[in-house]
C-alpha cells in the first residue's frame, strides 16, 4: 500500500464510533464482506479528519481492499495522477481543495475513476451538488460501515464494461434513447450527460418501461443494498434525472408512484 498521507505524528489506535453504531467487529466484517474473488480493487481514501480517515483504512483493508490514504484534495489529486485508483472516497469539506474540486478536476481531465461523496450536509441540494460535480454517490456522515461498503461494492461492479449481449441493445422510450453499450443516453439528437450510478437507475427504469418498480427493487439492483424507507439518496438521484432530462426537451417521462416506487411511461 502506499500512503499519501505525512508521517509526522505518531500512529493512533483506528476508532469506528464514527462510521456507525458498531453492531459488528472488524473480524466480523472481513468475514461478512470477503465474499467476491475480486476484491483487491484499490480505494483512495481522502479526508481531513484523522480519525475517519484511519477507521476506514482498517475497514476497507479488513475487507480485502487496497487503500490508500489523503489529508486534503491536492495529494489526492496527487495520488489518482500517480496511482492506479478504481474507487475514490472523497469528504466534501477539506481545506484547500474540497471534495467537490477533486470531482470537478477530475471530471475536466475525463477521468471518470468512481467517486463516493461523504459529508455531514444532508440537504438535497448539498447533494446535487456533489452529483453536479461529477460524484457517482453521496453518502451522509454518520454512516453505517455496511452501507459504505454495500456502495462501493456497487461503484466497483458498475465501473467493469459487461460482456456484449442482447441487453446491450439500444433501448427507445419516445424520442428517449439509452445506449447501454456505449453508455450514452440522448433525446432525440440532443445527448444528455449522466454519471455512472445516474445512466444504470434511468437504464434500469427504461428497460421496464410500463411497469412500477419499487424502491426496494431498485436499491438492490442499483446499490445492491436496501437502504430502507428513510433514505434520500434515490429520491435524490430521480429528481436530478427529471432535471437533467427536461434540460434537454423532454416531457415527463419518469412517474412517481406514491407509496410504492417509480416507473417510465412515454
Not at 480493487?41 to 477507521?55: E, G, K, M, N, W
Not at 434511468?202 to 436496501?226: C, K, M, N
Request: glycine letters at 8%; one cysteine or more; charged letters at 25%.
Amino acid at each position: 500500500m502506499r500512503d499519501f498521507i505525512p508521517h509526522s505524528t505518531p500512529d493512533i489506535q483506528p476508532s469506528y464510533r464514527h462510521l456507525g453504531n458498531g453492531r459488528r467487529s472488524p473480524g466480523a466484517l472481513a468475514e461478512a464482506y470477503r465474499q467476491d474473488g475480486d476484491m483487491a480493487h484499490h480505494v483512495l481514501i481522502a479526508d481531513d479528519d484523522r480519525a475517519i480517515r484511519d477507521s476506514l483504512e482498517r475497514a476497507l483493508e479488513l475487507a480485502g481492499y487496497q487503500v490508500s490514504t489523503a489529508v486534503d484534495g491536492v495529494t489526492a489529486l496527487a495520488a489518482v495522477k500517480h496511482e492506479q485508483i478504481d474507487v475514490l472516497v472523497l469528504d466534501v469539506a477539506m481545506p484547500g481543495v474540497d471534495g467537490l474540486g477533486v470531482c470537478q478536476v477530475l471530471r475536466a481531465s475525463g477521468d471518470h475513476t468512481p467517486v463516493l461523496m461523504l459529508t455531514a450536509r444532508v440537504e438535497t441540494p448539498d447533494r446535487v451538488a456533489g452529483l453536479d460535480a461529477g460524484a457517482d454517490d453521496y453518502l451522509p456522515k454518520p454512516f453505517e460501515l455496511d452501507e459504505l461498503l454495500a456502495r462501493l461494492r456497487a461503484l466497483v461492479r458498475r465501473a467493469v464494461p459487461p460482456e456484449p449481449d442482447e441487453s446491450a441493445r439500444t433501448i427507445r422510450v419516445a424520442d428517449l434513447e439509452v445506449d447501454p453499450a456505449g453508455r450514452r443516453v440522448s433525446w432525440g439528437s440532443a445527448p444528455i450527460e449522466l454519471s455512472k450510478t445516474e445512466f444504470d437507475l434511468l437504464e434500469l427504469l427504461v428497460r421496464h418501461a410500463g411497469a412500477v418498480l419499487d424502491h426496494s427493487t431498485i436499491y438492490q439492483r442499483i446499490w445492491g443494498f436496501d437502504f430502507g424507507p428513510e433514505s434520500k439518496n434515490l429520491a435524490v438521484y430521480i429528481s436530478y434525472l427529471r432535471r437533467k432530462l427536461d434540460q434537454a426537451g423532454a416531457p415527463p417521462l419518469i412517474r412517481t408512484v406514491r407509496g410504492v416506487g417509480y416507473s417510465v411511461r412515454a
